[in-house]
């Protein structure tokens, strides 16, 4: 078997990444994609977060983290809170309904995952998983 190139490393981990967030969007039906969850498992790990703060830690353009969170409190899964200190800084806190929501995608993702995932040995899950751990 000859090496593959870049292109087709790219492309075959793209094919399993699209898989999942399809299957993911089918199965959660919560009108929300994984950007907004995302932007929910920052708040909960993180506390309230400025938006430019998040938009940093997960990669994403201003824009796009402005927009995500308007929906985000659209729907009350998070709020705006002003700084005690200073009332210019805003801040993202999550809401109960937002923890409720992230639990069951989190959860619906986990056996989505198991699914995927039951059709390797636990040799070639370990095997995998070092080989994403090397690539990091």
């Not at 927009?67 to 009350?76: A, G, R």
């Not at 210019?88 to 699914?115: F, M, N």
Request: net charge neutral; proline share 3%; glycine share 4%.
């Amino acid at each position: 078997m000859e090496n593959p190139s870049i292109f087709e490393l790219i492309h075959m981990m793209d094919k399993v990444n699209n898989r999942l967030i399809i299957e993911w969007n089918k199965t959660f039906n919560e009108n929300i994609g994984i950007s907004h969850i995302l932007v929910l498992a920052h708040l909960k790990n993180h506390g309230k977060s400025r938006p430019s703060d998040i938009a940093k830690a997960l990669g994403l353009a201003p824009p796009s983290i402005t927009h995500l969170c308007e929906k985000l409190i659209k729907k009350e899964l998070a709020v705006r809170v002003t700084d005690e200190e200073d009332k210019r800084i805003l801040y993202l806190e999550i809401r109960d309904k937002g923890l409720t929501i992230l639990t069951k995608a989190q959860d619906e993702g986990k056996e989505l995952r198991k699914q995927l995932f039951e059709k390797l040995t636990t040799e070639e899950q370990q095997h995998l998983l070092s080989i994403y751990a090397k690539l990091i």
